[in-house]
């Protein structure tokens, strides 16, 4: 019976047994020889042709970080409308499946041009943020972000949120809301610790 119960929660189970494996690896002793595995592949990003135009055309490198940080905006804003819906905070007269929907649409698409954004921005300065462990925090974060996402958040509003516990939609908003802002908070101590 026990078994049964956990069943039905083994998508929750496998990411949070996930990211309990990655964080226990961030604070290893393990991460530095990671690092040190890793670098040959920071190298070759960084003269890569990514790299290369990062470096060495700073105008190029701006517009770049501009678009990613548009598109963080955007992800930043799609995820407080569909939280705070689900909060019961924003948006109220709209019915909750049409936010979600418009919501995570828009959510994906700028993921998708963050990263690759990110990716072009990272070959620019990739042997200096190898070395920096806030990077290494984002992208765990960010990795917990997009886990918690699409394999518990979106199937378990998928149905829609009028048969869920309302603490359960709650708890997965607030859940939401605070490995998002991590995400956003690391990220900008980047900037700081560069």
Not at 22 to 39: D, P, Q, T, Y
Not at 143 to 169: M, S
Request: proline share 3%; aromatic share 12%.
């Amino acid at each position: 019976m026990l078994f049964s119960f956990l069943n039905s929660y083994r998508r929750s189970i496998a990411t949070t047994a996930l990211l309990a494996l990655a964080l226990a690896f961030a604070f290893s002793s393990l991460r530095i020889n990671a690092w040190e595995a890793v670098l040959p592949l920071f190298e070759w990003m960084e003269t890569s042709w990514f790299g290369v135009i990062g470096k060495t055309w700073g105008g190029a490198f701006a517009v770049v970080q501009a678009i990613h940080l548009l598109a963080m905006a955007l992800s930043g804003g799609a995820i407080l409308i569909s939280n705070g819906r689900l909060l019961g905070l924003l948006l109220r007269d709209q019915p909750v499946q049409t936010i979600l929907i418009k919501s995570h649409r828009l959510f994906v698409i700028s993921l998708i041009i963050a990263i690759i954004s990110g990716v072009f921005m990272a070959c620019g300065v990739a042997t200096k943020i190898i070395y920096l462990p806030v990077y290494w925090i984002k992208m765990l974060a960010l990795t917990a972000g997009v886990l918690f996402t699409f394999t518990i958040k979106q199937p378990l509003l998928a149905d829609g949120v009028e048969n869920l516990n309302p603490w359960v939609v709650r708890a997965a908003a607030v859940a939401s809301l605070t490995v998002w802002f991590t995400v956003a908070a690391t990220g900008r101590w980047i900037g700081y610790s560069g």
